[in-house]
């Protein structure tokens, strides 16, 4: 079955530690990238990669790091997380390396820093 | 810049008809339409590209009007399943060409 699966779905933690939530994609798509949605703001995207080890910044990536080391997997990275970046956030993959064709979004991580 | 979408919550009968308008202050090459359902993931609907082509699918349609920067997606005989949260998004011509950028999602509520 074609999907995205990320992981953890539920984290609580402590401001300043260290977490990585994962991504990983079965359709062999190029493009990958990762938002946050909050309340009110829509969907924010943070960071985005159009191939192995090609990654760019979204409309909101401080505070966080991104990888494309596999094609198919894209871990973001929050390397000292802090209150406001509490959200929701989703991975989505695409065909091919321009925003031409379907994204199709993970289930959701939901974050809680406290 | 997020692009604006109006109304911001709709409550229909089902039945009805209703339209969802995405506007954006840059020129677009692309409009990509998606539905969220609550605490699930967002669902594509269609993705219209400069061009100011007019797409469709069942009684979900679209139009991209590349010279407004704005696009139009039209829901018509409303179902029960037509509820939740639609989001546009969009890509730009020039200056970061490769992101996309949502609205604030307009809410629609389809009752019997």
């Known amino acids: 079955e074609a999907q995205v699966t990320q992981n953890p779905r539920y984290l609580i933690t402590v401001t300043g530690k260290k977490l990585t939530v994962t991504c990983s994609q079965n359709?062999?798509?190029?493009?990958m990238s990762w938002y946050r949605q909050d309340p009110g703001l829509g969907l924010r995207q943070i960071y985005y990669?159009?191939?192995?080890?090609?990654?760019d910044k979204g409309d909101v990536p401080e505070g966080y790091k991104v990888s494309r080391k596999e094609k198919r997997n894209f871990p973001l990275i929050l390397e000292s997380p802090s209150p406001n970046q509490t959200s929701l956030y989703f991975c989505?993959?695409?065909?091919?390396?321009?925003?031409?064709?379907?994204?199709?979004f993970g289930q959701g991580t939901r974050l809680t820093v406290v | 810049q997020q692009p604006v979408q109006s109304p911001q919550a709709v409550i229909l009968r089902e039945g009805e008809d209703a339209v969802i308008n995405c506007s954006s202050s840059?020129?677009?090459?692309?409009v990509h339409w998606y539905r969220q359902k609550h605490g699930e993931a967002p669902i594509f609907l269609m993705i219209l590209l400069k061009g100011g082509e007019q797409k469709g699918h069942d009684k979900i349609s679209a139009s991209f009007n590349e010279k407004k920067q704005q696009s139009s997606l039209y829901l018509t005989a409303s179902q029960l399943s037509y509820s939740g949260t639609y989001f546009c998004?969009?890509?730009?011509?020039?200056?970061?060409?490769?992101?996309?950028?949502f609205g604030t999602g307009t809410q629609l509520k389809v009752e019997l």
């Open positions: 990669s159009m191939n192995v080890e090609v990654t």
């Open positions: 998004g969009t890509r730009g011509v020039t200056g970061g060409g490769n992101k996309l950028t």
């Open positions: 840059k020129a677009l090459y692309s």
């Open positions: 359709m062999n798509h190029e493009y």
């Open positions: 989505a993959s695409s065909f091919g390396m321009r925003l031409n064709t379907e994204a199709f």
